[in-house]
């Protein structure tokens, strides 16, 4: 029997559990991630696979492009601080039936768990992630960020007036999220809403805030999803320290300087947010 835990994907997703709990953003159970696994991964990982899968369970939701596919999952009421130390009982492996609408785990989620009560959002913003990216994207992620979170309360929650002070409170920022972050109004997390209010900020950018709880972000693999939650994290933290000075901004990152970015590192910047 391999070891599961040392495949990279496995492994990998273990390791960004870690991360994300060794930066405050997963109290409790906070928090859920997903990813959708390579044709690679799922052969290294099938020696492990149980022998009989588990009953299917409808999603309510449907997604014909992630039909057949494999997602490495959290659980619901796991605790992130806790996957380390017990990967089987914590997170698992999920596989989607033929018609792209039910999951049974395969893998892991010992003793009764089930995939993350948000699992119907990640789908969702799966197979809008998969399809704007030609298939490049993996990774879905939800985290309770603690400083966007506080933005949530002092900021208009329109995109622009989230994605501006973000773009202007860390130089690098303009470069890694061109195409601006998305804000979802607060809405009651776990159910359908949420998740088609979501995956319709995800067809435009890569993150989307959630309303006084926290941030959803995507990639192609995992450090760079990590690295975006981390990237805007850091960002929404200095414009709170800056805002928290109770001076107001005396000066800041300039539209021109912004476009002066954008040509130097070739990125397109939403326009919409500029001037
Ligand atoms: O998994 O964070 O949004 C717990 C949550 C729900
Ligand atoms: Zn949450």
Sequence with gaps: MIDITEQPAVAGFIRMCEDGWLQGWHERNGGNLTYRMTEEDVAAARPAFASEPGAWHEMGVTCDNLAGEYFIT??????????????????????????????????????????????????MNHSVRKRVTGGANRVIYHCHATNVIALTYVLPLTDRDFTRPLWQSATECPVVFPEGVGVVPWMVPGGVDIARATSEKMETYQAAVWAQHGLF??????????????????????????????????????????????RDFGVTLNEAFLG
């Excluded at 009560?117 to 990640?122: A, G, K, L, Q, Y």
């Excluded at 690295?227 to 990152?253: D, F, M, N, P």
Aim: hydrophobic share 40%; net charge negative; glycine share 12%.
């Design 217 to 262: 972000a995507s990639g192609s693999d995992f450090d760079t999803t990590f690295g975006l939650a981390h990237t805007i994290e850091k960002s929404a933290e200095i414009y709170v320290k800056v805002l928290s000075c109770g001076q107001g901004v005396r000066q800041t990152i300039t539209d021109d300087n912004l476009r002066a970015i954008a």
């Design 74 to 123: 959290t659980g619901s009421g796991k605790f992130f601080r806790n996957v380390a130390l017990a990967p089987e009982k914590n997170i698992g492996i999920v596989e989607i039936n033929d018609a792209g609408s039910a999951w049974r785990i395969v893998w892991g989620l010992a003793g009764g768990a089930v995939p993350t009560s948000e699992f119907p959002t990640h789908f």
